[in-house]
């Protein structure tokens, strides 16, 4: 290579590295703008996000309660901005964080009971979901998460504190057109009916069900009343497919857990037939629940068909007994390398790379709450 070549290739070279230099100091910007929670100049296609329920959607609320479900440790978040784990139960985002990223938020509502919910970072909205919850409390109770009668009364404190940041005008405003999101019912299954004689012996699924969808429509309906308009709701997925169901129910049969399978879908049933009723009763709302059932059973049963190796076991775990945190902690031996190709990270959540996809099907369900 002549000099003159030399240095055009070095000019080309040191051009190239600034480039990149300069991407990565705008994605670096962009992550910390996330993290902060950079509440100002952002154009949304709703004002703020509300959210409640289980640790489908929790981000962080059980680090600050004596929960025995938390997820602030590694290697929860090793795919998360600046790869820090934050108390959602994932290697990554969440759906919910996703909606918001689709939405045109530049930073996520915090988890409410964390410093960062505090000033104008509160419109944004907030995050009231506790890992362990359900819509029965005695759920809740069970891993000393905060019940979902609780976290009613933290919005109800979240709407005053809002009115005093944004004023009441605003603040009335925020609480009518924001999105609110509902997940809950994996755990009154999973971690209360299955496993307590109390209830299996006494009730049968579609009886739990049925009471477990009364304090659904009761909780609409006190949402309502404080203001809420637009409300999506995530019911139950194939909870026989999660690899926590397969290792305590299955038998390790191949496939699914049919009969819980069952359940699940006959929970959605009644779900869907309560929200149309609530639409019916309750002027002015709009509410959709999700079909998140199909879009994960599309996922398990063929993963290959979207770019997945892997979905009997997460990627935090062994393969062989998938139990709760038990297995995905800093001492995780079977943690994979590549989260990319599971479609659970652990016995119970998925992954970020099954999370986009979900989110990109509730995204599209869900056009009617943004319109």
């Not at 979902?148 to 004023?167: D, F, M, N, P, T």
């Not at 999105?179 to 004689?197: E, H, T, W």
């Not at 009763?281 to 994960?296: A, T």
Request: overall charge positive; hydrophobic content about 35%.
């Amino acid at each position: 290579m002549d000099i003159v070549h030399y240095h055009v290739f070095m000019d080309k070279h040191n051009s190239e590295e600034e480039s990149r230099e300069s991407r990565e100091r705008r994605k670096k910007k962009e992550e910390e703008r996330r993290e902060d929670g950079d509440a100002e100049n952002s154009t949304t296609l709703v004002p703020a996000i509300l959210t409640f329920g289980d640790s489908a959607v929790d981000v962080g609320n059980n680090d600050y309660i004596h929960s025995i479900f938390k997820a602030n440790f590694p290697p929860y978040g090793r795919d998360f901005i600046n790869h820090k784990p934050t108390g959602r139960f994932c290697n990554g985002k969440l759906a919910t964080d996703i909606t918001a990223d689709t939405l045109g938020f530049t930073a996520y509502p915090p988890a409410y009971l964390s410093p960062q919910a505090s000033g104008k970072k509160l419109l944004l909205g907030a995050n009231f979901a506790s890992a362990g919850s359900g819509y029965d409390d005695k759920t809740a109770f069970l891993s000393h998460a905060i019940p979902l009668s609780q976290q009613l009364e933290y919005y109800k404190e979240y709407q005053a504190k809002l009115a005093k940041v944004a004023g009441n005008e605003k603040a009335r405003s925020i609480i009518k057109d924001g999105l609110y999101i509902l997940s809950a019912g994996n755990s009154d299954f999973l971690q209360n009916y299955y496993v307590n004689p109390f209830l299996y012996k006494v009730y049968t699924p579609d009886q739990y069900s049925s009471y477990l969808v009364t304090i659904f429509s009761s909780f609409v309906k006190k949402l309502y009343n404080l203001g809420a308009r637009r409300i999506g709701v995530t019911p139950l997925p194939p909870l026989g497919c999660v690899p926590l169901a397969i290792t305590l129910f299955g038998m390790h049969e191949s496939g699914c857990v049919s009969r819980i399978n069952n359940d699940a879908q006959s929970f959605n049933k009644m779900i869907n037939s309560s929200a149309t009723n609530l639409q019916k009763q309750l002027p002015g709302l709009k509410i959709v629940v999700f079909d998140i059932y199909k879009s994960l059973y599309n996922l398990v049963k063929t993963p290959s068909n979207y770019g997945f190796a892997e979905a009997r076991r997460g990627c935090c775990g062994t393969g062989i007994i998938e139990t709760t945190w038990l297995l995905c902690n800093p001492k995780s031996r079977g943690t994979c390398r590549n989260a990319t190709e599971y479609v659970f990270w652990d016995s119970v959540h998925p992954s970020q790379a099954a999370n986009q996809l979900l989110a990109n099907a509730l995204i599209l369900q869900g056009i009617s709450l943004i319109g």
